[in-house]
Nanobody
């Protein structure tokens, strides 16, 4: 499974940004897809995940500001982030669980700064 993340950039506090993760195979075969992030000097942490059923899970730090969604016919998972804060600055990684293995895409940098 190959994952291609895109959509990162430099934004100001309070702005919105949507990340995309395109998969190389049908995401209907991927029971769980997630977004993680890793800031310099910190451990990688889960931001949000979405199951094939559509059920979602969010980190407490982003609840109410972030929405994860999946569009099956585009084989793409999105992460919409609103009211961004400087502490959201990280490299964001897409993750897919497939046949008991975790697959990672290259990260996309999100920088929130005035």
């Amino acid at each position: 499974v190959q994952l291609q993340a895109s959509g990162g950039g430099l934004v100001q506090p309070g702005d919105s940004l949507t990340l995309s993760c395109a998969a190389s195979r049908s995401i209907t075969t991927l029971p769980l897809m997630s977004w993680y992030r890793q800031a310099p000097g910190k451990q990688r942490e889960l931001v949000a995940s979405i199951a094939g059923s559509g059920s979602t899970n969010y980190a407490d730090s982003v609840k109410g500001r972030v929405t994860i969604s999946r569009v099956n016919n585009k084989n793409t998972v999105y992460l919409q982030m609103d009211r961004l804060k400087p502490e959201d600055t990280s490299v964001y990684y897409c993750n897919a669980l497939y046949q008991y293995f975790n697959y990672w895409g290259l990260g996309t940098q999100v920088t929130v700064s005035s």
